[in-house]
């Protein structure tokens, strides 16, 4: 594993957002959906598209808290500009699970 500096992780905006729409991306060659995240009034809404159609179904996810990455560059998947990176972990299955906070946070909060 490398190691990194507390003034790198302090580069990387890991932030709350809240799912307000999802929908299954049809055009991926990986099974996934496209989502549209808030992430509060300091950065706003972000598209991005997730692996997660294993765990979870369209139409339970918005509402949904998510921890994502902010500041990292657009990136083209397929017709979709993705805006942010949501985080999860792969179970023992290989399946993604969304990183969540447990409690209610402000939308827009950053990881410290």
């Known amino acids: 594993m490398n190691t990194i500096?507390?003034?790198?992780?302090?580069?990387?905006?890991?932030?709350?957002?809240?799912?307000?729409?999802?929908?299954?991306?049809?055009?991926?060659?990986?099974?996934?959906?496209?989502?549209?995240?808030?992430?509060?009034?300091?950065?706003?809404?972000?598209?991005?598209?997730?692996q997660i159609t294993k765990l979870y179904s369209a139409e339970d996810?918005?509402?949904?808290?998510?921890?994502?990455?902010?500041?990292f560059p657009k990136k083209q998947i397929g017709p979709l500009m993705s805006e942010c990176l949501v985080t999860g972990f792969h179970d023992e299955n290989g399946d993604v699970a969304l990183c969540v906070p447990d409690k209610k946070v402000p939308l827009g909060a950053k990881l410290c």
């Not at 500096?5 to 991926?28: L, N, P, T």
């Not at 996810?61 to 500041?71: E, I």
């Open 5 to 50: 500096s507390w003034s790198d992780f302090e580069k990387v905006e890991i932030r709350v957002g809240k799912i307000v729409e999802a929908r299954v991306f049809e055009e991926a060659r990986v099974p996934a959906y496209i989502l549209h995240i808030d992430f509060g009034p300091e950065i706003g809404m972000r598209k991005s598209s997730a």
């Open 61 to 71: 996810l918005p509402g949904k808290l998510v921890v994502g990455v902010v500041n």
